[in-house]
């Protein structure tokens, strides 16, 4: 059934809504409706495949018969046909959709002999929205999802962290800081510039042996400072997508930069791209570097993302990219005090004087490492107490962590 006409009146309301919902001046989108012909034209920001695929899908979605004049890359030119296929009544009337891509053109425009149904007037409501519309925030938190990324939420659950005081209170310095009072630092850099430039962090890398808590505190920054962290493990891109990774890194970035609110790009052993003695990994972690040093160039003036790396091996990395982070912050193994704070975490029911006893026997251990000799000796326990062996206490003594410590080192 053909739906009644609609006025110019309306028309002109839905493209100003549109214009509203994607944040473009209404001004570029040209209506006009001359000798009875609707022509409606505006430039678009890219015309790429995807968009011409998804103006096909929109326009069949909205009107039953279409016939593909044009379908070429970069240009795209459609024409609704009758409803009743096999009339051919006033068939060159019938709105038509062209997206060109050619000659320096960016182009959408939509014509019509004639008056615009509701139905016509709702596909190019659609139209305008898909063509003149940046992805939304959480399309680009998806894509990244797809390309290999972990998203954690400030409001996932994080395991607790112990320790680490210092340290901790340097990664606030650093990091947690400026992520949350964004506006003092600005407003100390306009009073100190001739030209305004942002004096907050952009890129930041942890170092450190294995099992420190990089990873770990990387989570943690985001969560005090209510930030999403995209965990970017490298060392699977590189390997999983052998030829597509430097399109896939890439790819990530533009999605991060897509997000437009403030995220953690958390670039997870990034020694993945030190030069490796494998040739063929050679070029390709050369080409992965190439990319990820102009990405992270690029991200100077994009004030929403900062970007944190980590590393186990800074000396093994390309000195170019060593010189595009603007703080490092060294995860050392854990002092004395520390390991009895880990002790306390991992080994709570332990008294201070088994607490102090071990601590001393776990020196040079990481956290990792702790936590595992911990985590043996309660397995172990567990285990005896099935067997109902005789004078097996409630919970670990220092006895089953001293023997876990002792049957860990000669595993090592
Ligand atoms: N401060 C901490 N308190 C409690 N547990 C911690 C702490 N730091 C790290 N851990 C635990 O130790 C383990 C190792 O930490 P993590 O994976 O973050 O280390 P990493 O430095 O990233 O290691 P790698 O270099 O091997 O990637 C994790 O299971 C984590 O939960
Ligand atoms: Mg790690």
Redesign the pocket.
């Known amino acids: 059934m053909a739906s009644p006409n609609v006025q110019l009146s309306e028309i002109r309301a839905e493209v100003e809504r549109v214009a509203e919902e994607v944040n473009v001046d209404k001004q570029k989108i040209t209506i006009s409706f001359e000798r009875s012909e609707f022509n409606l034209r505006t430039e678009v920001p890219e015309v790429t495949d995807s968009l011409l695929i998804d103006v096909l899908a929109i326009a069949k979605r909205h009107i039953e018969n279409w016939r593909l004049h044009t379908f070429e890359k970069s240009f795209l030119s459609v024409q609704a046909l009758n409803e009743n296929l096999f009339s051919s009544e006033g068939i060159l009337e019938r709105i038509k959709i062209r997206v060109s891509g050619l000659y320096g053109e960016k182009a959408l425009e939509i014509t019509k002999k004639g008056a615009l149904t509701q139905a016509e007037l709702s596909l190019i409501g659609a139209l305008l929205k898909r063509a003149l519309g940046r992805p939304k925030a959480t399309d680009a938190i998806e894509e990244l999802v797809q390309m290999g990324c972990y998203v954690y939420r400030p409001e996932d659950k994080m ?6 005081s210092r340290l901790k209170e340097k990664l606030r310095e650093t990091l947690i800081l400026p992520l949350k009072n964004p506006e003092v630092y600005d407003r100390i850099a306009q009073q100190t510039r001739a030209e305004f430039a942002v004096n907050r962090p952009r890129a930041v890398l942890f170092t ?10 990387a989570r943690h920054v985001g969560k005090e400072a209510a930030l999403i962290v995209v965990h970017v493990p490298l060392e699977n891109l590189l390997s999983a997508y052998y030829g597509e990774s430097t399109k896939r890194l890439a790819g990530i970035f533009d999605a991060a930069m897509a997000y437009h609110k403030p995220l953690i790009l958390f670039l ?2 990034i020694d993945a791209l030190a030069p490796s003695r494998n040739e063929k990994l050679f070029e390709a972690s050369r080409r992965l570097l190439s990319v990820l040093l102009r990405k992270i160039d690029g991200l100077e003036t994009q004030s929403n993302i900062i970007t944190v790396g ?1 590393t ?1 091996r800074p000396q093994d990395l390309d000195s170019a990219l060593l010189s595009r982070f603007d703080s490092i912050l060294e ?1 050392n193994e854990p002092t004395e005090e520390d390991i009895r704070e ?1 002790l306390r ?1 991992f080994a709570k029911q332990l008294p201070e004087e088994d607490n102090r006893t071990l601590a001393k026997k776990f020196i040079t251990l990481s ?2 490492a702790i ?1 595992d000799v911990c985590l043996r000796a309660e397995r172990e326990l567990a285990r005896e107490q099935i067997e109902k062996k005789a004078g097996v206490p409630q919970a670990p003594t220092l006895e089953y962590y001293t023997r876990t410590l002792a049957e860990y080192r000669l595993t090592r």
């Open positions: 395991p607790e962290i112990a320790a680490f450190g042996p294995p099992g420190m808590g990089k990873t770990t505190m997870d052993e980590a186990n995860f880990l975490f956290v990792r936590r």
